[in-house]
């Protein structure tokens, strides 16, 4: 079960900026680092951002992301056709034996 | 180029076992923790265990403990998952996940290369 709350969808006409939260707690987004994760229709995810705020090469500058205490955002500039999509944030939860935890998803339209 | 490739998946019925496997190409496989994540059909990613490059530290999500067992082999660069008792729950795409970061301890959730996913179906 996801332990990492995210809004269910976010929209936005082109060119606009979208913010999608990620809710955690202390063990997981208080004491690790965040990803985050895009998933176009009918393909694998792909990873956007990594270490709370650093991006791949090839990922567009248009995304950025944050981390505060317990929370993560991620940011989209300039929003684009391409740009639908469900975008997941991830991180490391230490309770217990430690494990995996994502978010809950959100699916980003363009309208 | 790094690539990670599934196979295995199938339709099984409740109760019964089956083993994914994992090759990865393009990288040195034995410096990289190693994920499953899996995806219900219409529903969100869920981790369900990660290993490290040495295969000393593996964890399991609770959904999965105790009935699963990861492990890889370095030698011929395959991670493997063992599901037994399988449930209809656990109907899901299976995607193997390298982490970005590198290290033999580390285990992670920042994956930057996916397999295409093999779908295992738990089914009567």
């Known amino acids: 079960q996801s332990v990492l709350t995210q809004p269910p969808s976010a929209s936005g006409p082109p060119g606009q900026r979208v913010i999608i939260s990620c809710s955690g707690s202390g063990s997981n987004i208080g004491k690790n680092t965040v990803s985050w994760f895009q998933q176009l229709p009918g393909a694998s995810p792909k990873l956007l951002i990594y270490?709370?705020?650093e991006r791949p090469s090839g990922v567009p500058d248009r995304f950025s992301a944050s981390k505060s205490g317990t929370s993560a955002s991620l940011a989209i500039s300039g929003l684009q056709s391409d740009d639908e999509a469900d975008y997941y944030c991830a991180s490391w939860d230490d309770s217990l034996d430690g494990q995996g935890v994502f978010g809950t998803g959100t699916k980003v339209t363009v309208l | 180029e790094v690539q990670v490739l599934e196979s295995g998946g199938g339709l099984v019925q409740p109760g019964e076992s089956l083993r994914l496997s994992c090759v990865g190409s393009?990288?040195?496989?034995?410096?990289?923790?190693m994920s499953w994540v899996r995806q219900a059909p219409g529903k969100g990613l869920e981790w369900v265990s990660g290993l490290s490059g040495s295969g000393d530290f593996t964890h399991y999500a609770d959904s999965v403990k105790g009935r699963f067992t990861t492990y890889r082999d370095n030698s011929r660069s395959t991670l493997y998952l063992q599901m037994n008792t399988l449930r209809g729950d656990d109907t899901a795409v299976y995607f193997c996940a390298k982490t970005k970061s590198g290290g033999s301890f580390y285990v992670g959730t920042d994956f930057d290369n996916w397999g295409q996913g093999t779908l295992v179906t738990v089914s009567s």
């Open positions: 393009g990288f040195t496989f034995g410096s990289y923790a």
């Open positions: 270490k709370n705020n």
